[in-house]
């Protein structure tokens, strides 16, 4: 190689070495972009399953204690950990029926008292889960109002024992009869409109 040759070639190792640091550069930038979209995505994720989680505790635990009070309505809220996750619970009667096919079913003795219990729970990063649980509990007729169009039952409930102007009387009135447990009916997680 002449040395006029040389000369001429002499700054082209130097722009092929910038474009390959440029193009390098531009790699790991959009590698770390990605990188933390995904740890984001990752985080996001779990914080909605802390949420459903959370959701989901709050049920259990409304089930687990559907008559504590002597209202028909009742709403409670729990904080899990740290208070970065809380549950919302409402637990409201629906209705009284004659115990669907099943256990007590021909107990002409027996009601379904049914209830709902919804439970929004919250996350981290604003995640929010809302679910709802329909289940009954099946209580002595005698301890809730007459369901029959005939009349006041005579073997029912004293005179003030329970309300028999609502279609659920207060859970008071068959806190003092044997304990029973919910039979679950229908489950849905609801979309989040706020």
Not at 126 to 149: C, E, K
Not at 150 to 173: F, I, K, M, R, Y
Request: proline share 6%.
């Amino acid at each position: 190689m002449n040395g006029a040759a040389w000369k001429r070639q002499r700054g082209a190792a130097l722009v092929v070495g910038l474009v390959l640091m440029l193009i390098l550069t531009i790699l790991g930038v959009s590698g770390m972009n990605t990188a933390t979209l995904e740890l984001t995505m990752a985080a996001n994720a779990q914080a909605g399953q802390l949420a459903f989680q959370a959701a989901e505790s709050g049920i259990e635990m409304a089930l687990a204690h559907p008559v504590t009070t002597n209202v028909a309505d009742s709403r409670a809220t729990h904080s899990f950990a740290d208070g970065s996750v809380r549950v919302d619970t409402e637990l409201r009667c629906v209705d009284i029926t004659r115990v669907p096919a099943g256990e007590h079913s021909e107990d002409p003795n027996a009601r379904a008292l049914h209830f709902e219990v919804t439970a929004v729970g919250r996350g981290p990063r604003n995640a929010v889960s809302r679910l709802t649980q329909g289940f009954y509990v099946v209580v002595p007729a005698t301890a809730l109002p007459d369901l029959d169009a005939d009349g006041p039952d005579p073997d029912g409930p004293a005179a003030g024992e329970c309300l028999v102007d609502t279609a659920c009387p207060g859970l008071g009135c068959i806190a003092n009869h044997e304990a029973w447990l919910p039979a679950r009916t229908y489950w849905r997680q609801d979309e989040i409109d706020d």
